[in-house]
């Protein structure tokens, strides 16, 4: 691969070296920057580059060294997943219950990771070096809905920044059991549970803030209802811990609905056992709203839960759900 050249003006000497290169070329971070000076891939004026913190001067003409990107451990499996958009950039999926985001001890194979390298093939530009998806956030691997993946380098910089400053919109729709009021904020510091390390839990101390807002969208007399849940915060089993701690866990929550809720009483006996068996949790991340990382332009994605959160929402609110179901969810 041809290096990346870069030659510092006056106005530039002075800066560190990692955050003159990144400043030059968009796809590449301070940090990837700094791996590469520590790796030999950087060189100044013909000697490799010392030190990330090295201030520039002016007229240094600077070489990166890039390496051709290796394949990443992962290897690509042909698994079928909707795409709603796709460019150089980025790929919004529609993401299915069951399908585990990234390999990990228990799911070395048959991970999204795995489905999006035999998608994108030789069209990932790579990250980090490696040629890999970048994971913007996570689904549990029983929520369903929507998700972004960043393509190159530059765009997962962009997309995790957006994130971090809670500049993305991101709606659920959830079924949970009783009936929590019309609206309302769930706020509380979210860490593991220090009498179960596999859960999370709302913690007095050592967690991470976390706030989720709520809208009722419908409901089953007393025994259960239909909710949409804006994140304010993205913490592992954020929606899921706040609803449960609230007194209203997620329908089929394998984690955080221990025991038959007394709720469950209120609903006939085919109902209840639908809702009592069903597999999941009842929760499909339905909207997702990011500027794009190239672009600027504010992209709005939207999707339906799948048949089976449909069907459960059938039986257990004796209806079908309404295409338009989303907008009956206005957040301030």
């Not at 070395?108 to 489905?115: C, R």
């Not at 689904?139 to 962009?158: I, Q």
Request: aromatic content about 4%.
């Amino acid at each position: 691969m041809a290096p990346l050249e870069a030659v510092a003006s006056d106005e530039e000497a002075g800066l560190r070296t990692d955050r003159f290169l990144a400043g030059r070329h968009a796809d590449l971070s301070r940090s990837r920057v700094k791996a590469m000076i520590e790796e030999g891939l950087v060189w100044r004026d013909d000697r490799p580059a010392r030190s990330p913190a090295e201030p520039v001067r002016a007229g240094s003409r600077f070489e990166i060294r890039m390496k051709p990107p290796v394949a990443a451990d992962p290897r690509p499996e042909a698994i079928p997943f909707p795409i709603l958009h796709e460019d150089d950039d980025l790929i919004v999926l529609d993401k299915p219950a069951g399908l585990v985001v990234h390999p990990a001890p228990g799911n070395e194979e048959g991970t999204l990771v795995n489905a999006l390298l035999a998608h994108c093939g030789d069209s990932l530009p790579g990250i980090g070096g490696e040629k890999r998806p970048g994971i913007v956030h996570r689904l549990d691997k029983d929520t369903s809905g929507l998700m972004v993946v960043a393509k190159t380098e530059a765009s997962l910089a962009r997309l995790s920044a957006d994130f971090a400053a809670r500049d993305i919109d991101r709606l659920y729709l959830a079924i949970c059991w009783g009936v929590p009021g019309a609206s309302g904020t769930i706020e509380g510091a979210i860490g593991r549970d220090p009498r179960d390390r596999k859960r999370m839990a709302v913690v007095a101390r050592g967690g991470k803030p976390a706030l989720t807002r709520f809208q009722r969208l419908r409901v089953a007399g007393t025994a259960a209802s239909l909710l949409a849940c804006k994140l304010a915060t993205g913490r592992t089993h954020q929606i899921r811990v706040h609803l449960a701690t609230d007194g209203h866990p997620l329908v089929g929550d394998p984690v955080y609905l221990r025991r038959i809720p007394a709720a469950a009483r209120g609903l006939p006996d085919l109902m209840r056992a639908t809702a009592l068996d069903f597999p999941r949790q009842a929760l499909h991340a339905a909207r997702l709203g990011f500027h794009h990382p190239r672009t600027g332009r504010h992209l709005l994605f939207e999707t339906m839960p799948p048949a089976d959160f449909q069907l459960l929402h059938e039986a257990v609110f004796t209806e079908a759900m309404p295409p338009d179901i989303l907008r009956n969810a206005a957040f301030p």
